[in-house]
């Protein structure tokens, strides 16, 4: 029985979701199951709590699944569609595309060969973030939220001519760099928790997040809009392949070349097939041909972004306050989920406290990243050439 007058009800959701990380779910039981708390927190009224083996649905079908449970769906922004390029300067049409397919070729072939390099013997750098051992997939984790005004996060998308995901994974970058600075400073002062702007990283600090990728034909939310149509041929269940997105981890002077450097690397990982060859080699391999490659390669931690409704949503006239995705089991550390809902977005951080005992600090470190980009671009009027 729950108690509604307990002193701190925040931290027992937070304490109820920890401890079902602990038992591994059942295989001879239907692999979901509801858990609804009825308390009321800072954030809702309750909290339903639903626990769902990934073999059945990765975030996009499950977005898709809250949104047909819904009590109205949501309407969809229409789809964008790029113009169509008629060449630049002397060059003709067809150059510009087979161009396109030389550079594509080449940056598979770069990125396979970087797979089998970080499977094999090209390892992530020891640091505070990483799990020495694949066998933290076993342990329980800690699952702590930060939400961030939406607005906010297209304030910058706007000012500087990117998206919404180059400036999640540009505050990601400095927040993981801000909290690395600090555990490396402690460890350079014995230990003394001191907060200091003066750089203690080591140099050519190697970390590396497995990026997963949405591969449906109608990306994001426009794979939603139909995936919830009825009678739809939409593609259920799991359609996600993976590319290894490296984080540069550096205090930079001016926060917006964050936001250069992970727009740099967005565009690049666009123009390569790696996604697909990971799905290919998780379908093939493991079926036919069990290798190390099938595997996930040992990176430092895994990163997703998934977009939720622009419209607040209800389910039996009971309105959605907030979607948090997480999840446990994994070979690393640590998690982020990224989700936007109506005017938020909140970042859901899994993690390892054996590792990890702080993840308040990084979620501050990570909220701090994104004032100073924001504060960047409104201060100095901060644009990002095209």
């Not at 973030?129 to 702590?144: E, G, M």
């Not at 995936?227 to 739809?232: A, C, F, P």
């Not at 389910?315 to 979607?323: E, S």
Request: charged content about 20%.
């Amino acid at each position: 029985m729950v108690d509604p007058y307990m002193a701190s009800p925040d931290k027992f959701v937070e304490d109820y979701v920890a401890n079902l990380s602990k038992t591994p779910m059942s295989m001879s039981l239907p692999m979901w199951d509801f858990h609804i708390l009825n308390l009321k927190t800072s954030d809702a009224e309750s909290t339903v709590v639903v626990q769902v083996h990934h073999s059945l649905a990765d975030g996009t079908s499950l977005m898709a699944l809250l949104l047909s449970c819904s009590d109205a769906l949501p309407s969809f922004p229409a789809m964008k569609k790029k113009p169509i390029s008629r060449g630049a300067g002397w060059f003709p049409i067809w150059f510009w595309k087979s161009w396109s397919v030389l550079l594509l070729m080449w940056n598979t072939l770069v990125d396979i060969w970087m797979c089998v390099a970080t499977t094999y013997f090209l390892k992530d750098t020891q640091t505070p973030l990483k799990a020495p051992s694949s066998d933290v997939a076993f342990t329980p984790r800690r699952i702590v939220r930060r939400t961030f005004s939406l607005d906010d996060v297209k304030l910058v998308k706007n000012a500087t001519h990117t998206t919404v995901n180059d400036v999640v994974l540009a505050m990601t970058q400095a927040g993981l760099s801000r909290y690395l600075n600090r555990k490396y400073g402690q460890a350079k002062s014995d230990g003394e928790a001191r907060e200091s702007c003066e750089n203690k990283l080591p140099n050519n600090i190697r970390l590396t997040a497995t990026l997963f990728i949405n591969l449906r034909t109608s990306p994001g939310i426009y794979a939603l809009e139909e995936m919830v149509k009825k009678n739809s041929k939409a593609e259920w269940g799991n359609k996600i392949g993976y590319v290894l997105y490296p984080f540069k981890i550096e205090l930079k002077d001016n926060p917006l070349d964050y936001i250069r450097d992970a727009k740099a690397k967005i565009d690049r990982k666009k123009a390569t097939l790696e996604a697909k060859f990971r799905m290919f080699m998780a379908k093939v391999f493991v079926r036919f041909y069990p290798t190390k490659l099938a595997k996930f390669p040992s990176t430092t931690m895994w990163f997703s972004n998934v977009a939720g409704p622009q419209e607040p949503i209800s389910i039996l006239g009971n309105q959605v306050a907030f979607i948090a995705p997480s999840l446990y089991g994994q070979p690393v550390a640590l998690t982020i989920h990224v989700v936007s809902y109506v005017n938020k977005m909140s970042m859901v951080l899994s993690v390892d406290e054996n590792i990890i005992a702080d993840p308040y600090q990084l979620c501050d470190d990570l909220e701090e990243a994104l004032k100073l980009i924001k504060n960047c671009v409104i201060g100095e009027g901060g644009v990002i050439d095209n």
